[in-house]
């Protein structure tokens, strides 16, 4: 019986199958290449494409996670509150004196509050009475935060600075005045816009923020209770918006 053998395949045979199948693998790839959205649209801008990026993103559709915000602006970590470590409980309770004693005071007939004409402006007497209500407190210091350039700035997040001095851990906290019957809505009452030269997160820090109840009488605002959020847990939105200021609109050499 003679020996059966395997045939021979043609090398010009296997030359032409490994042609064919590489052939497929680079169709393939540029197919790809031409589906997928060009970057950069014949004689269109850097600028134009740079919107279209953006705007392919749907950024203000996504929610971000408020520490991770802070982090990737300041390299600086947001640390959770822990109700458990007595640091923390000691600040709590700090807090709460100090703001049982700012409303009563501030909802008096002759609070600086009633002069107000709008309730939004009442925040800098909160920061002013929970600043000095804390100093007073043996072992916290409370300040006005210092930007990176070293200046003490009032305006931007956060609003006050406040260092347990024995453990040194510093904690963040940004009041806000908020009508009773406003709690849950939808109104955007908080804002964070990261700049360089005036950041003002220089530390590791607990972030708290402050949420004072009012009845929404004009002129006659009374505030009567408080929530303390920890924003280590809150997550944001990021709200785009192309804008444009006075100087940019009429600015012209007529006076």
């Known amino acids: 019986m003679s020996e059966c053998k395997p045939a021979k395949i043609p090398k010009l ?13 680079l169709a393939g790839q540029i197919k790809r290449v031409l589906q997928a959205p060009t970057e950069k649209k014949l004689g269109e801008s850097s600028d134009s494409a740079l919107v279209r990026s953006l705007l392919r993103e749907n950024l203000d559709q996504r929610r971000f996670s408020f520490a991770t915000v802070i982090e990737a602006t300041s390299d600086r970590r947001v640390l959770p ?3 458990e470590d007595p640091v ?3 600040i709590l309770t700090a807090i709460e004196k100090v703001m049982a004693r ?13 002069k107000l004409r709008r309730i939004n402006e ?4 909160f920061e002013e009475a929970l ?16 930007n990176r350039q070293g200046e003490h700035q009032r305006s931007g997040y956060p609003d006050l600075k406040l260092t347990d001095e024995e453990s040194g851990t510093v904690f ?13 809505s939808s109104f955007r009452s908080f804002y964070f816009e990261p700049k360089d030269r005036t950041l003002k997160i220089n530390d590791d820090a607990v972030h708290l923020l402050i949420g004072i109840g009012h009845d929404g ?13 920890d924003l280590a847990t809150l997550s944001v939105r990021l709200k785009a918006e192309f804008q444009a200021s006075n100087r940019d609109l009429y600015n012209t050499d007529a006076e």
């Open 13 to 25: 045979v296997i030359g032409l199958a490994i042609f064919a199948f590489a052939f497929a693998v």
């Open 81 to 83: 509150l822990d109700p």
């Open 88 to 90: 923390h409980q000691r």
């Open 102 to 114: 700012a409303c009563a005071d501030l909802s008096a007939p002759d609070s600086p509050v009633r």
């Open 122 to 125: 009442g925040s800098r007497f």
């Open 131 to 146: 600043m000095k209500g804390l100093n007073d407190i043996p072992g916290l210091s409370c300040a006005i935060p210092t």
């Open 172 to 184: 963040y906290l940004d009041p806000k005045l908020v009508e009773k019957s406003s709690w849950k």
């Open 217 to 229: 009488r004009n002129g006659a605002w009374t505030f009567s209770d408080w929530k303390v959020v």
